[in-house]
């Protein structure tokens, strides 16, 4: 009995956990949040008198830590300039003269040391994910990192002709993802006889990597994929 009760009551908390925790996470990155923000908000809401935003101690009005509320109108005064700035940047890139200058200062912070190296990885990242050039365009699955292991990638573009010069059949591209962080992984050429393509769009492809397969997007087979044969080497 006792037995018995111990499995079922770990069962209930596991069960109970995988409920509870992502609510918990969400308010405690919140409380994070509106804490951190209290700690720099003194420059944020410098225009407003201490004695209004924040508490009072020993009689000495002002001198206590600030009022939550206070914190959470910083919090959201900042998100709103992040924005703001954000939109303007965007709307900068959208003309010559905006373009030029975004150029000026991307090429000056790739001369600073130190900072080029986490800027230059940053911006190559986001263009991977981003830019129209090198978006990845089709979720596909390979046998990687072995034959009869399959992992899930991204179909990126077709090798030039001097790679495909010399390979016996035509390769493609695929960009195989880490988990949970998909910004590092591996690039490899396939052979497009041995790539197999899903019908999942990118977006669920990533969801699927981030989540270590745990997300996976609805799909209703009509038919099973045929898989090329493995070639054994002699």
Not at 133 to 140: D, H, Y
Request: hydrophobic content about 50%.
């Amino acid at each position: 009995m006792n037995k018995d009760f111990w499995i079922k009551w770990r069962a209930n908390f596991f069960a109970g956990l995988a409920v509870v925790l992502p609510g918990v996470v969400s308010l405690v990155v919140i409380f994070w949040l509106i804490i951190t923000a209290s700690r720099i908000t003194d420059t944020v809401l410098i225009f407003i008198p201490q004695e209004i935003t924040h508490e009072s101690v020993g009689g000495v009005a002002g001198a206590g830590p600030m009022h939550w509320y206070w914190s959470l109108v910083a919090l959201l005064a900042v998100l709103c300039t992040i924005v703001i700035l954000t939109s303007v940047v965007g709307l900068l890139a959208r003309n010559y003269f905006g373009q030029k200058i975004i150029e000026w200062v991307d090429a000056s912070l790739l001369r600073i040391p130190f900072l080029n190296k986490i800027y230059g990885v940053t911006k190559q990242v986001n263009d991977a994910f981003t830019s129209n050039k090198s978006s990845f365009k089709t979720v596909v699955m390979i046998e990687f990192p072995r034959a009869g292991t399959y992992s899930i990638g991204f179909l990126t573009s077709e090798p030039d002709m001097q790679i495909q010069a010399h390979t016996p059949e035509k390769v493609v591209c695929v960009f195989i993802p880490t988990t949970p962080n998909p910004t590092s992984g591996f690039m490899v050429l396939v052979p497009e006889s041995h790539v197999t393509r899903l019908e999942m769009s990118v977006a669920d492809g990533l969801k699927f990597i981030i989540s270590l397969g745990a997300i996976s997007p609805d799909f209703v087979a009509q038919h099973r994929a045929k898989v090329p044969p493995v070639i054994q080497s002699a």
